[in-house]
């Protein structure tokens, strides 16, 4: 069981089109982080969001967190083919361990 | 530029043998991490040292053992490989004092059991 799950596990979309991936968790977090892997490399992060209710646009990506701090989403407006890629959520929680937990992933396939 | 350095970026071993992997970085970082990632797992952690001298286990440590060698250094050793652990393994490091920070990933290395 993963402390972080993440849907859908796949999405395949036309380009233009809009779409959500969600983050949930029973647990609380102190941040949470999102990141965006291509083939063959590392991910890469895209937000950190700290505070319950927070809203982070970055273009065409907006990242929210929950207000209890147990979720999170990111919403692409009008997908693009750059868009591509595995989406991964990852948490900090407040347990003195300072290593993030990282949900499975949501790999997005926009087409052209 | 460098950011974190792994490697080897390919190994294929037979069962039994023995391996470690190598992690550098250069951003001055206090902690560094040891990943692994399979199809539809996402990252699980295996072992972590959040400061030169420390290390931790992370959720799935059993099989391997890592050394902090100085700041900059964070290997990852498999003492005797098993199929399981055919995966790809990311070494990553991040600021964690006073605040926790962006986690930088090295490129992985492709790891094949047979």
């Known amino acids: 069981t993963q402390l972080l799950e993440q849907s859908p596990q796949f999405l395949s979309i036309q380009e233009g089109e809009n779409l959500t991936v969600y983050c949930n968790s029973s647990?609380?977090?102190?941040?949470l982080q999102w990141y965006r892997q291509e083939p063959g490399e590392g991910p890469v992060l895209l937000v950190t969001v700290v505070t319950g209710g927070e809203v982070k646009k970055l273009k065409r990506l907006t990242f929210q967190f929950g207000d209890a701090r147990k979720d999170s989403s990111l919403h692409i407006t009008a997908a693009q083919p750059g868009d591509t890629g595995l989406y991964l959520c990852a948490g900090d929680r407040d347990t003195g361990r300072r290593a993030l937990t990282f949900g499975s992933g949501t790999r997005l396939q926009v087409q052209p | 530029n460098a950011g974190v350095t792994q490697t080897p970026k390919f190994q294929v071993l037979k069962t039994g043998q023995s391996m470690t992997l190598q992690c550098a970085q250069d951003?001055?970082?206090?902690?560094m991490y040891w990943y692994r990632q399979d199809p539809g797992m996402g990252l699980r952690l295996i072992y972590y040292s959040a400061s030169e001298g420390t290390t931790d286990k992370g959720e799935v440590p059993n099989g391997y053992n890592v050394s902090r060698l100085n700041k900059r250094e964070f290997s990852l050793r498999l003492e005797s490989a098993a199929p399981s652990q055919t995966s790809v393994y990311f070494c990553?490091?991040?600021?964690?004092?006073?605040?926790?920070?962006?986690?930088?990933f090295g490129e992985g290395s492709r790891l094949t059991v047979l």
């Open positions: 647990s609380v977090f102190s941040s």
């Open positions: 990553a490091s991040r600021w964690t004092r006073p605040n926790t920070g962006e986690l930088f």
């Open positions: 951003m001055n970082h206090n902690s």
